[in-house]
C-alpha cells in the first residue's frame, strides 16, 4: 500500500549536514514515484543554519516547511511518530537511545553506533521500546547487490569458497570531511568499511574470524576545497559548501589502510584490502568464487553488471543473467523506484536518491506492521564489529574472533573512543 488511505507517520531528521540532505532528497524520490506514508515535519540540528538549508530545500520539494529546531526536546512539542538520525556517528547512540525511549520509530544512519559498545546501547534500548529500529545500510538494496544475492542462493557457481574485496584508491586527499580522519569520532575504515562488512555478510552470511595488518599512512590530509573551491571528495556534490570552511590541511588520526583474512561460519575464506591512501593504480574488486565458477560484482550504487564465469560456458554479463534466476522480483518499493521488478543493469544519475528512497520505503512498511526491517539492530551490529575487529586486530596482531567483538571482551583499540563518549 502506498500510504494514501492511512494517517500521515511525522517524521524529522535529526542531522542535517550531507547526508541529512541526502536522506531528504531521498524521501522526496520515495514520494515521487507514490509512496507517501511519510510526512517531513521536523529537520533538527543543533547548528540551525544547517537544519534551515535541509527544511528550505524541503519545502521546494513537499511544498510544506518542516519546523527547524536544535534539540529533541523541541522536536518532542512539534510532535513526531519517527526520526531519522542522520548525525554524525559519536551522536548516534545518545540521540538513538532517547528517541527509542521516547518510543519514536527510530531509522539510524551507518555505523549504527560509534563503537560496538555505542551499537549494544542501541541495541538494548531497542529491545526495551515498542519502537522499531532500522539502520540505514543502502549499499545491499542497490538493485544490482539484490541480483548478486539471488544469483548466489541459485548456487550458480555452485558453493562460494572464496572472496576477494578489494577497494583501493585515496592518495592524502580528506574522505568527503575531517572527522572520518578522526579515530574518535568514526575513521575511514569504519565509515566505508561498515559497508563493506554488510555488503560481506549479505552475500556470504557471518564472518567468524579476522587477521588484520593496519596502517596510518598519511597522517596529513589535504582538502582542495578549501584552496580552489573544488572538491575532490563530494557524494551526490552536496558537501561543498561545508569543505570550502574546512582546514586546507590537518593531522589524520584514524588508520587509513587495513590488510585482511576473514573467515566465514560456512567455511569462506576473504581476502579484504580497503586502502584509502594508495597512490598510482586505483582499483575495486569483489569477486566470489565457487565451486562451480566466478561471480564478479559491480561497485555499489554503479548499475554496472554482473560477470559470471561458469565452468564450461561462456562469460554472462547481460540480461541472461536473469534466466538463471526465474524467480528473481525485487520488492515493490524497488521496483517502482527503478522501474522494474528484474533489472540487470541501470544507468540512473539519481542512483544515490533511490538507494536511500528504498531505506525510507521499507521503515515505513515496517512502523505501518506490514513487514519487518531488514538490516536491525543486531546485523548493524555485527557490521560494526567486522570494521573494529580489523582494528583490533591490527592494534593486537591477534586473530579476533567476532563473538569477542559482540560480547566487547575485545575492546583493546576501542577502549579509548569509548571513554572519549563516557561508555
Ligand atoms: N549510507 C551512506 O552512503 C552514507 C553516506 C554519507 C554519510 N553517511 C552517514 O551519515 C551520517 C552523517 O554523515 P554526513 O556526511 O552527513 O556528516 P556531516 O558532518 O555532513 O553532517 C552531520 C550533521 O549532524 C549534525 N549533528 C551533530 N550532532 C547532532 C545532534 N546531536 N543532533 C542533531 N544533529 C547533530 C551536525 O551539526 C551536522 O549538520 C554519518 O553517520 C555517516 O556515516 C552515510
Given at each position: 500500500?502506498?500510504?494514501?488511505?492511512?494517517?500521515?507517520?511525522?517524521?524529522?531528521?535529526?542531522?542535517?549536514?550531507?547526508?541529512?540532505?541526502?536522506?531528504?532528497?531521498?524521501?522526496?524520490?520515495?514520494?515521487?514515484?507514490?509512496?507517501?506514508?511519510?510526512?517531513?515535519?521536523?529537520?533538527?540540528?543543533?547548528?540551525?543554519?544547517?537544519?534551515?538549508?535541509?527544511?528550505?530545500?524541503?519545502?521546494?520539494?513537499?511544498?510544506?516547511?518542516?519546523?527547524?529546531?536544535?534539540?529533541?526536546?523541541?522536536?518532542?512539542?512539534?510532535?513526531?511518530?519517527?526520526?531519522?538520525?542522520?548525525?554524525?556517528?559519536p551522536?548516534?547512540?545518545?540521540?538513538?537511545?532517547?528517541?527509542?525511549?521516547?518510543?519514536?520509530?527510530?531509522?539510524?544512519?551507518?555505523?549504527?553506533?560509534l563503537t560496538v559498545r555505542a551499537?549494544?546501547?542501541?541495541?538494548?534500548?531497542?529491545?526495551?521500546?515498542?519502537?522499531?529500529?532500522?539502520?540505514?545500510?543502502?549499499?545491499?538494496?542497490?538493485?544490482?547487490?539484490?541480483?548478486?544475492?539471488?544469483?548466489?542462493?541459485?548456487?550458480?557457481?555452485?558453493?562460494?569458497?572464496?572472496?576477494?574485496?578489494?577497494?583501493?584508491?585515496?592518495?592524502?586527499?580528506?574522505?568527503?570531511?575531517?572527522?572520518?580522519?578522526q579515530k574518535d569520532q568514526s575513521g575511514?575504515?569504519?565509515?566505508?568499511?561498515?559497508?563493506?562488512?554488510?555488503?560481506?555478510?549479505?552475500?556470504?552470511?557471518?564472518?567468524?574470524?579476522?587477521?588484520?595488518?593496519?596502517?596510518?599512512?598519511?597522517?596529513?590530509?589535504?582538502?582542495?576545497?578549501?584552496?580552489?573551491?573544488?572538491?575532490?571528495?563530494?557524494?551526490?556534490?552536496?558537501?561543498?559548501?561545508?569543505?570550502?570552511?574546512?582546514?586546507?590541511?590537518?593531522?589524520?588520526t584514524a588508520e587509513?589502510?587495513?590488510?585482511?583474512?576473514?573467515?566465514?561460519?560456512?567455511?569462506?575464506?576473504?581476502?579484504?584490502?580497503?586502502?584509502?591512501?594508495?597512490?598510482?593504480?586505483?582499483?575495486?574488486?569483489?569477486?566470489?568464487?565457487?565451486?562451480?565458477?566466478?561471480?564478479?560484482?559491480?561497485?555499489?550504487?554503479?548499475?554496472?553488471?554482473?560477470?559470471?564465469?561458469?565452468?564450461?560456458?561462456?562469460?554472462?554479463?547481460?540480461?541472461?543473467?536473469?534466466?538463471?534466476?526465474?524467480?528473481?522480483?525485487?520488492?515493490?518499493?524497488?521496483?517502482?523506484?527503478?522501474?522494474?521488478?528484474?533489472?540487470?543493469?541501470?544507468?540512473?544519475?539519481?542512483?544515490?536518491?533511490?538507494?536511500?528512497?528504498?531505506?525510507?520505503?521499507?521503515?515505513?512498511?515496517?512502523?505501518?506492521?506490514?513487514?519487518?526491517?531488514?538490516?536491525?539492530?543486531?546485523?548493524?551490529?555485527?557490521?560494526?564489529?567486522?570494521?573494529y575487529?580489523?582494528l583490533e586486530?591490527?592494534a593486537?596482531?591477534?586473530?579476533?574472533?567476532?563473538?569477542?567483538?559482540?560480547?566487547?571482551?575485545?575492546n583493546t583499540y576501542q577502549r579509548e573512543i569509548d571513554e572519549g563518549l563516557g561508555i
Amino acid at each position: 500500500m502506498r500510504g494514501d488511505s492511512m494517517d500521515k507517520i511525522r517524521l524529522a531528521i535529526v542531522g542535517c549536514g550531507g547526508m541529512g540532505h541526502r536522506h531528504m532528497y531521498g524521501l522526496a524520490e520515495l514520494h515521487r514515484v507514490g509512496w507517501t506514508r511519510f510526512d517531513l515535519v521536523g529537520a533538527c540540528d543543533p547548528v540551525l543554519a544547517n537544519a534551515e538549508s535541509l527544511a528550505a530545500q524541503a519545502e521546494e520539494r513537499f511544498g510544506q516547511k518542516p519546523a527547524v529546531v536544535g534539540s529533541l526536546e523541541e522536536l518532542a512539542e512539534v510532535g513526531v511518530d519517527a526520526v531519522d538520525v542522520t548525525t554524525t556517528p559519536p551522536y548516534h547512540h545518545t540521540v538513538a537511545v532517547e528517541t527509542l525511549e521516547r518510543g519514536w520509530h527510530t531509522m539510524v544512519e551507518k555505523p549504527m553506533g560509534l563503537t560496538v559498545r555505542a551499537c549494544n546501547l542501541i541495541r538494548r534500548a531497542a529491545d526495551a521500546s515498542d519502537a522499531i529500529l532500522s539502520v540505514a545500510e543502502n549499499y545491499r538494496r542497490d538493485p544490482m547487490n539484490r541480483l548478486a544475492k539471488a544469483l548466489l542462493n541459485a548456487e550458480v557457481i555452485g558453493t562460494p569458497r572464496f572472496l576477494i574485496h578489494h577497494a583501493i584508491g585515496g592518495t592524502n586527499r580528506m574522505t568527503i570531511s575531517v572527522w572520518r580522519h578522526q579515530k574518535d569520532q568514526s575513521g575511514v575504515l569504519l565509515d566505508v568499511g561498515v559497508h563493506f562488512a554488510d555488503m560481506m555478510e549479505y552475500l556470504l552470511g557471518e564472518i567468524d574470524t579476522v587477521y588484520a595488518q593496519t596502517r596510518l599512512h598519511e597522517p596529513i590530509r589535504h582538502n582542495p576545497a578549501a584552496v580552489t573551491g573544488e572538491s575532490s571528495s563530494n557524494p551526490a556534490g552536496v558537501y561543498t559548501k561545508w569543505q570550502r570552511k574546512m582546514p586546507a590541511e590537518f593531522e589524520a588520526t584514524a588508520e587509513d589502510a587495513a590488510y585482511a583474512t576473514l573467515t566465514f561460519k560456512n567455511g569462506v575464506v576473504g581476502q579484504y584490502i580497503e586502502e584509502h591512501a594508495a597512490w598510482g593504480q586505483g582499483s575495486w574488486l569483489r569477486q566470489i568464487h565457487g565451486s562451480q565458477g566466478s561471480m564478479t560484482l559491480p561497485g555499489d550504487r554503479s548499475g554496472g553488471i554482473i560477470t559470471l564465469n561458469i565452468n564450461g560456458q561462456e562469460t554472462i554479463n547481460d540480461e541472461r543473467l536473469l534466466d538463471l534466476v526465474p524467480d528473481f522480483r525485487l520488492d515493490a518499493v524497488t521496483a517502482d523506484l527503478f522501474g522494474g521488478d528484474r533489472l540487470w543493469n541501470y544507468t540512473f544519475t539519481q542512483g544515490d536518491a533511490k538507494n536511500i528512497a528504498i531505506e525510507y520505503g521499507e521503515f515505513a512498511e515496517a512502523i505501518a506492521g506490514n513487514r519487518t526491517v531488514e538490516v536491525d539492530a543486531y546485523q548493524g551490529t555485527r557490521s560494526v564489529a567486522v570494521s573494529y575487529a580489523i582494528l583490533e586486530s591490527g592494534a593486537t596482531g591477534q586473530i579476533v574472533q567476532m563473538d569477542q567483538m559482540l560480547d566487547e571482551s575485545i575492546n583493546t583499540y576501542q577502549r579509548e573512543i569509548d571513554e572519549g563518549l563516557g561508555i
